[in-house]
């Protein structure tokens, strides 16, 4: 890729990564179903991208989604605008029926079809603080939505140039099949690591158990990024038995806590590859982390440009490479900077083991109860495929323990109940012992593969 010379003052904050994309050459940048597009293709792609944008009249600070499926057409016009400077907005198909009201929020001027190669201008004015902040700045900016799992979905600023700084030291090139989507921090972190580092990114057909498999057997996947709700499935379909992973050497997990059931189940399943816990946020990026072991939930997070600290069990950090704020919401941060993070830990020395979200613990009585800790024990039981689990309101104790179950074979309602208390009475607190029980047929995880826990049989 021929770039223009640029100086100190006007270099764009992704010169240093496009410059690493364009020397990469002919090694693999994006694998999708049975062809792959070598690193010069990506960068001519790049290219072509950023005249299109430039001769459609997008300027630096414009608010651009970019609409498409994770694909080499997708990343380069992402590339491309974040590299002009302007606001980038990622929409996955799997978050389709939002899209409008995301866009309205996000105060989108030009819209990027990458399947149509479509560059549209809208009406709006994007005129909000922290947009103006970019601009005044010359910096490129991000536009993430939260899961709304816990209420709304929140807009989340970021500059992006921030998010790219760790992302300079170099670190081991691998072939990583992406799982979460363009439009999920995860997402974003995972391309431009693998990119940063010249690793191939692998794109599977669809996020099922048995695509993945076929991708990671095809391609030669080493890393494989998922969430714990993925894991389980993916243990519970027999798909590893039925090819070849031996290329993989790393499992990451994030995104909600991982059962001990089946990091367990896991750890017996791949006893060559390494196992480790993410932990990032939509609002503050992904963090480094290292596991204690690969059977264990115990991991040490942060790194340069993070700090952390546990007030009374919960954990709060602070950023370099925080978001600027919410478009949608008043500013989360404490006066010194410090986001709570809403997750319940515990703590023994660096070390600290996620529990799960605060608003979800369940007051049975006055006793505790985490759900994640029920989830995990249901999930040993023979026969279970999902399990959510949440609080109920009760007139005596407040609050009972309520589970869904999807059963992943045909057993009648009354004799799973009789086994599953049977089963959970010798392993959980009376009080913690599931007093309600339904069934569902539909997923229990959202379209980001987490835990549906609230409002699950609504």
Request: glycine residues 8%; aromatic residues 6%.
């Amino acid at each position: 890729m021929t770039r223009p010379p640029m100086t100190d003052a006007n270099t764009s904050p992704l010169e240093w990564l496009l410059e690493r994309i364009s020397f990469a050459g002919a090694a693999s940048a994006v694998a999708t179903g049975d062809s792959e597009t070598p690193y010069h293709e990506l960068a001519a792609t790049v290219e072509r991208w950023r005249s299109r944008l430039l001769a459609a009249g997008v300027l630096a600070g414009d608010v651009v989604s970019i609409e498409g499926e994770y694909a080499a057409p997708t990343i380069a016009a992402l590339l491309a605008a974040a590299d002009l400077r302007a606001i980038v907005v990622p929409l996955s198909a799997d978050m389709r029926v939002h899209h409008d009201r995301f866009r309205r929020i996000a105060q989108v001027q030009w819209r990027v079809s990458c399947a149509a190669e479509e560059i549209v201008r809208c009406e709006s004015r994007a005129v909000h603080p922290h947009f103006e902040r970019l601009r005044a700045g010359g910096r490129p900016g991000l536009v993430l939505f939260t899961s709304g799992s816990t209420g709304e979905s929140k807009a989340a600023v970021h500059d992006l140039g921030l998010l790219l700084e760790k992302f300079h030291v170099r670190r081991q090139s691998l072939r990583t099949l992406v799982f979460l989507q363009l439009d999920h921090i995860g997402g974003v972190n995972t391309l431009l690591h693998t990119l940063a580092n010249g690793g191939a990114v692998i794109v599977p057909a669809d996020r099922s158990p048995a695509a993945v498999c076929r991708a990671i057997e095809r391609h030669r996947v080493e890393l494989l990024p998922a969430s714990p709700t993925f894991l389980n499935l993916l243990l519970l379909s027999e798909e590893p038995a039925r090819r070849n992973l031996s290329s993989l050497r790393l499992i990451t997990y994030g995104t909600e806590p991982m059962p001990p059931s089946t990091l367990s189940r896991l750890h017996a399943a791949f006893p060559g590859v390494k196992l480790q816990q993410t932990y990032g946020l939509t609002e503050l990026g992904i963090l480094r982390s290292q596991s204690r072991g690969s059977d264990s939930l115990w991991v040490r997070v942060g790194g340069e440009g993070y700090e952390t600290k546990v007030v009374d069990g919960r954990l709060w950090i602070r950023a370099r490479s925080g978001m600027l704020g919410y478009l949608n919401a008043e500013s989360p941060f404490d006066a010194e900077g410090f986001f709570d993070t809403g997750d319940r830990v515990e703590v023994d020395g660096p070390w600290l083991r996620i529990l799960g979200r605060q608003s979800e613990v369940i007051n049975v009585g006055g006793s505790k109860v985490d759900p994640a800790a029920v989830e995990s024990v249901l999930l040993e039981m023979d026969g279970v495929a999902e399990a959510a689990v949440r609080g109920e309101p009760h007139p005596i104790t407040g609050q009972i323990v309520a589970a869904t179950v999807r059963l992943a074979r045909d057993e009648s309602p009354r004799d799973f109940r009789v086994r599953m208390r049977s089963y959970c009475r010798d392993r959980l607190p009376d009080y913690a012992v599931p007093a309600r029980v339904s069934f569902g047929s539909e997923p229990l995880h959202s379209v980001r593969f987490k835990c549906i826990r609230r409002g699950v049989d609504a």
